[in-house]
């Protein structure tokens, strides 16, 4: 729900860019030049006082979008407290709230950053900020990102993520983790995409394309397993499968469900990806990685996906991969997604935000923060209840339906008095310590899909948790 406050900030402003308050020392240990930042083909950059302000070329009248770049001027030390120096550095224009936890990854250079995503408010105003820290060595520096609201930010955000990940000139991607071989042959069918690579070996195949230039460095992989007969759950089978290929490699911290999709011709994907997963012996952090399995009828194939580095074209190519893929001999039973069973339960989600409206002379107009909730009961009997509540300001809002639910393969149809809702069906998982986890589709009566590389990325659903 917080594209709701992203739209509410997009009239409001604030017009102070922050910077360091106080000259810098005659000697530092870091400058603007030492943190290797490089603007997309067509952005300004202008330093002064020891800071950097990158802008797109193509901001619109009235839009806010400026990404600024401040080094640390002692020894950085360590990534937290790097970040702690952006909260207080956006602390000192206005009141901060972050709307997400911190997230650390790293950059194909080697550069360490932790940030959220939040907004900050001055004098009644306000707008979407991100707060990053940038750590390699002693080196360290802040960016804060400064955007007037959700339309300004997703126009720029493929370029700025570019421009993130490819911090200091992205080293080598490293090969693909060995697989020990199986004993059977890869018998999966599908087209090599134009501009990537097929090697076979005994036992399994990889795909993969690969770019090694100076700001353009990617390595996008997938190992192909043999096929092998589909016993059990398929969530079971790719449990199996995640905790030999993720869990036994890399300290990740994801509960995989599985999401689930429905392919063509009935054909089915279970698949999960984290994006934060560092390898327990080399220490590598792959942007991201997954495990996929393509299922049909009585047989799936296992194949394990390594990211590192990002292209809009090569992630259009991996989706159609999965997509397009076949498995010969496999019969032509329906896999069922969803049981009934497992769908039933108490489902709630919520979020909150602070945020003011604005006149055009920038006058204080009133409130705008909100408050958004919505669950789902989804009683054994088939009968259910849904409550959507909405606050905002003196206004309130609570939406409320009953009748009865059901579920017609990837979708859940609640069917009340008004007619009927579908929402699309993404994943369902149990976990002993997390709990369950229920994804639909964020609105009703529109098909939804997820993206094969990146399935947990924001905006694409609505992660429920069971009480």
Known sequence: MVPLLLVSLAAARITHVPVPSHAPPATMVARAGDIPLKPPAGWTTQTKDGATVITPGDVGDGKVYKVVLTPLQTKAGTIDEVYEVGKKMI???????????????????????????????????????????????????????????????????????????????????????????????????????????ETKKQGITIVENAKDETYNK??????????????????????????????????????????????????????????????????????????????????????????????????????????????PGSSGAKIPLFSKSAVA??????????????????????????????????RPDGSYSHTLVALSGSTRIKEH?????????????????????RYSLLGYGVDPKAGRFLVLGTYANAKSKLSFSNPRGVFQATWYKSK
């Open 91 to 197: 602390g000192e224009v206005g009141t901060y709230t972050a709307l997400t936890k911190v997230e650390k990854q790293q950059s194909d250079g080697g550069w360490d950053y932790a940030f959220t995503i939040g907004t900050v408010e001055k004098g009644g105003n306000g707008l979407l900020v991100q707060v990053m820290g940038l750590k390699k060595g002693d080196l360290g520096g802040v960016i804060i990102v400064l955007s007037d609201g959700i339309e300004t930010t997703q126009k720029y955000s493929d370029d700025f993520a570019q421009m993130i990940r490819s911090l200091g000139g992205a080293r080598k991607p490293p090969p693909a983790p060995a697989i020990a071989a199986g004993s059977g042959t890869v018998d999966l069918q599908y087209t090599v995409p134009a501009g990537w690579t």
């Open 218 to 327: 990617w390595q996008w992989t997938l190992i192909i397993m043999p096929s092998q007969p589909l016993t059990g759950s398929l969530g079971d089978n790719f449990k199996d499968y995640w905790k030999a290929l993720i869990t036994a490699n890399y300290e990740s911290d994801v509960v995989p469900l599985p999401l689930t999709a429905r392919l063509d011709d009935g054909y089915v994907c279970a698949f999960d990806a984290d994006g934060s997963a560092k390898h327990k012996t080399s220490g590598a952090r792959p942007r991201i990685a997954s495990v996929y399995l393509i299922a049909h009828g009585d047989r799936f194939v296992p194949i394990f996906g390594i990211i590192y580095g990002y292209d809009k074209k090569v992630e259009a190519d991996f989706d159609r991969f999965i997509e397009t893929a076949r498995i």
């Open 401 to 421: 339906d009953e009748g009865q639910w059901s579920i017609d393969d990837n979708e859940l149809v609640l069917r009340q008095a008004k007619g009927a809702s």
């Open 345 to 378: 339960g108490e489902w709630s989600e919520g979020s909150s935000s602070i945020a003011s409206y604005v006149t055009a002379s920038g006058g204080y107009a009133g409130d705008a923060s909100i408050y958004t909730g919505s669950a789902f009961q989804l």
